[in-house]
Nanobody
């Protein structure tokens, strides 16, 4: 059972940047990964994904601002977030893609506010 630990969140002003990291306890080589987020009162949504073949895809709301990447040697997935907006405020999680697995990590809180 691979454990996923997210980090890198925080409080940032609108227009700012953050880089989230997700460390996996096992190999993620050849596996698709995704970043998901959940804002208060909302369902968890997929915001960025990378397939096992290396293709990336993004939700329309983050396209052009967020970038997902993987470091297979470090078993780590990243989410570079630029031009952050208040509506990006949420708890961010990583998980496998296209089929997520339990258990989910604890997530990392991102708050965009002036």
């Amino acid at each position: 059972q691979v454990q996923l630990v997210e980090s890198g969140g925080g409080l940032v002003q609108p227009g700012g940047s953050l880089r989230l990291s997700c460390a996996a306890s096992g190999s993620i080589y050849g596996l698709g990964m995704g970043w998901y987020r959940q804002a208060p009162g909302n369902q968890r949504e997929l915001v960025a994904s990378e397939t096992r073949g290396g293709s990336t895809n993004y939700a329309d709301s983050v396209k052009g601002r967020f970038t997902i990447s993987k470091d297979n040697a470090k078993n780590t997935v990243y989410l570079q977030m630029n031009s952050l907006r208040p509506e990006d405020t949420a708890v961010y999680y990583c998980n496998f893609y296209p089929r997520s697995r339990d258990p989910w990590g604890q997530g990392t809180q991102v708050t965009v506010s002036s």
